[in-house]
């Protein structure tokens, strides 16, 4: 399918660039045209010209100045003209390429999120109907309880991200502006994660007493995109830390894993909309493009900043600042 996509986007390209050929080349035949029209015109009255006039070599200098005019004219039309072409040729290139690329990202972000809202849903669901037909012990009911709250928080997040991702694009979605104590919102996150990936070793650093003004809702979902994007591109056994510290009157918190680690020309791309990194081993990670790009809406409209670094030796740390309160 991707190949698919590349040769229907080669085939666009070649079509465009050689049609857009044929435009420069008819314009370049068009000056050359009017030149031939001009000298032509040149010659019939430079021989209608009479060399006993006593105003021939006024006439003819005139003759030669309107010629050379003439040149100069044609050849600024020309480049004028070549300019804008080229001008606006890559310009409606640039957008078509954007228009396709946009359109294949969210061809891909449709897949995704049907895939991540599928998984919650059929695990709840064989949960729910395992408790509906058998017979099970009181542990095992809570086990299986548990396990389905999960995965409703799982879902609930999934659908919160696209829900609130629209609303702050579309300007609708009004942020207050509470005082929240960050420390201990990051403490519960750590948690529920740390019962979703019970195979997963979590190791935190978290100072108390930490607040902020923003929303908590929004910073909810900030930590858990952090931490969720993660687990997602480390390897099962690698383990995820979390730090929080205050640093020149700023809450500083590092989500740190030991995973692939993303290049220096993907690390301002991570965070745009749809985007995911190109590898294969990361292609097969699941995600919808959207985690990252809400969390530097969120962090920009809490007057932040984010920023990714590499993890030595390998992996990567995501730092997000935003002004203590």
Known sequence: MQKAKKHKLSFISIAYWFLLLYIVSALVLWYFELEKQAKQMYNFRYEQLKKDDVLYSQKLTALNEAMYRKSWQYAGEG????????????????????????????????????????????VSRLNLETLQKRKLQPEQQQKLISNTLLETERLNVLTSNILITAQLEGGKYVISRDEVNLSELIEDRVQYFSNREPDRNFYSNIEDNIHVSGEELLLELLVNNLIDNA??????????????????KNAVLEIIDEGLGISNDNKQK????????????????????????????I????????????????GSIFTVRIPAI
């Open 79 to 122: 480049i004028t003209f070549f300019v804008l072409i080229m001008v606006g040729a890559a310009y409606v290139y640039r957008v078509v390429r954007k228009q396709i690329k946009t359109a294949d990202q969210q061809q891909n972000f449709m897949m995704a999120i049907t895939h991540e809202l599928k998984t919650p849903i059929a």
């Open 231 to 248: 687990l997602k591109y480390s390897p099962a056994k690698t383990p995820v830390g979390v730090q929080l510290t205050i640093v020149s």
């Open 299 to 314: 962090v920009k409209d809490h007057r932040g900043s984010i920023d990714v670094k590499d993890n030595r030796p390998n």
């Open 270 to 297: 991570v965070f745009q909309k749809f985007y995911r990194v190109g590898d294969e081993s990361v292609r097969n990670s699941k995600g919808t493009g959207l985690g990252l790009f809400l969390c530097k809406k």
